[in-house]
């Protein structure tokens, strides 16, 4: 069945206008950006993701950074090979505990599932940050691009979740590539009571946001 996408006009002109590039390997990223239709070619980020947690004064500010540091990354390293202007799309998730901890991929299986059961009966919140870094085709040729950021941020509240279901989940595998060690569109799903907020912000990408960001380009000619 071939995937039904949302080509509007504003998106038809993102593709003929611009070479888009998605900064991460992220396949539930991917699946999202292929249902707008967008013509985009897919170049991971090289960025090390090192930054000190200490400097940052919130989650926000950090993983908005860090998504910011994957899409300059990108462009800097594929804009000289470019005939045509760059759009590239950086975004990093991170998930924060109730006690104001963020954390990130689970180092191993038993890092994931105490990472779980830690979550249990609480609320943990996802915050993801996009960052566009789009060439200003409004100025001459070797001028700064356009960077536009933005944040956001989902509430997701957990049931109880007990050794062996934690134990469980863990050995499948699902939780290691994942921020805060779940995938709530998948098996995770069974722990999960609550959301408030942007479901597709937990699986990985705003869709809502970015498409508020496109627009917001729109409107400064930048599309």
């Known amino acids: 069945m071939s995937l039904c996408t949302l080509r509007t006009p504003l998106v038809s002109a993102l593709g003929r206008r611009f070479r888009v ?11 999202l950006l292929d249902r707008l239709g ?24 950090y993983v908005v ?3 910011a540091q994957k899409a300059g990354e990108v462009y800097r ?3 000289g090979g470019s005939a045509r202007p760059l759009f590239v799309i950086g975004a990093d998730t991170v998930v924060v505990d109730a006690g104001g901890a963020i954390l990130e991929k689970p180092a191993s299986g038993s890092d ?3 990472t779980l059961k830690g979550l249990g009966g609480k609320t943990n919140t996802v915050h993801t940050g996009v960052c566009l870094v789009v060439d200003d085709t409004t100025r001459s040729s070797g001028g700064e691009p356009r960077v536009l950021k933005a944040l956001e941020s989902t509430e997701v509240v957990f049931g109880e979740v007990d050794d062996a279901m934690a134990e ?35 699986v990985g990408f705003p869709c809502a946001r970015f498409y508020q960001m496109l627009r917001e380009l729109d409107a400064q000619g930048a599309i």
């Open 65 to 67: 950074e860090n998504a």
């Open 38 to 61: 967008i013509e985009y070619e897919v170049i991971p980020s090289g960025f090390a993701e090192d930054l000190d947690k200490s400097q940052f004064a919130t989650a926000g500010d």
């Open 21 to 31: 590039v998605l900064a991460s390997g992220s396949p539930r990223r991917k699946e």
């Open 112 to 114: 994931a599932a105490a």
């Open 168 to 202: 469980v989940y863990a050995a499948t595998g699902e939780p290691m590539d994942k921020a805060g060690s779940y995938a709530y569109q998948s098996l995770a799903c069974f722990f999960v009571s609550a959301i408030r907020g942007d479901y597709y912000n937990v």
């Open 77 to 79: 390293r594929v804009r």
